[in-house]
């Protein structure tokens, strides 16, 4: 996928000027991009389109005007969009209780290695690649950057079978899958050609 560059931005004042309308669409974009698995996991696909939002908010909350602190920002953003064959997501581990933060992310420590997220559609099983650094001996972060990458007959397969497509988790007692709509697989497909 393209990376986003210095020009594909607003400054801080232009983006003031049509942030709530930029944010509703997004918001709305964002509903076919989003997808639950069981009452603590939520996953959101990233591409350009909302890594970009998320650096224009950025350059917001951090009052960003000079070149080089946005170009950092470009940077880190830039590395989560998807590889070539490939879709990215952010998964988010949901607590609405405050007094069950710990207990609630305890549970998934150890998520982050081996086959705990995937896809699977055919006799095909696409699972998640999980950022490094977010999870250490007995503790574990709310959100982590995950990539999936598909090889040629999978992102076919992918791609020409949206009926079939779940994604799904299974770690411990948290095993959760979701048939994955029309709208939300065209959203991905378009993603994963792209990528």
Request: glycine share 4%; charged share 25%.
């Amino acid at each position: 996928m393209k990376h986003i560059v210095l020009s594909d931005l607003m400054n801080i004042i232009e983006y003031e000027k049509v942030r709530n309308d930029y944010r509703s669409e997004l918001m709305e974009y964002k509903k076919n991009r989003r997808i639950s698995l069981g009452p603590n996991i939520t996953i959101t696909f990233e591409n350009r389109k909302t890594m970009k939002f998320q650096i224009q908010e950025m350059m917001r909350a951090e009052r960003m005007v000079h070149d080089h602190q946005i170009q950092e920002e470009i940077d880190v953003y830039n590395s989560l969009l998807p590889l070539e064959n490939g879709l990215s997501a952010t998964l988010f581990i949901e607590v609405t209780d405050e007094g069950k933060i710990r207990p609630v992310l305890n549970q998934f420590i150890g998520m982050t290695e081996g086959e705990r997220v995937y896809f699977e559609f055919g006799d095909y099983k696409v699972c998640a690649e999980f950022e490094t650094g977010r999870e250490e001996s007995g503790k574990i972060s709310s959100v982590h950057y995950i990539k999936f990458n598909f090889d040629p007959s999978a992102k076919a397969a992918f791609l020409e079978n949206p009926e079939s497509v779940t994604l799904s988790i299974h770690y411990n007692n948290y095993i959760y899958s979701e048939k994955i709509n029309g709208s939300i697989h065209q959203s991905w497909s378009e993603d994963l050609i792209s990528s």
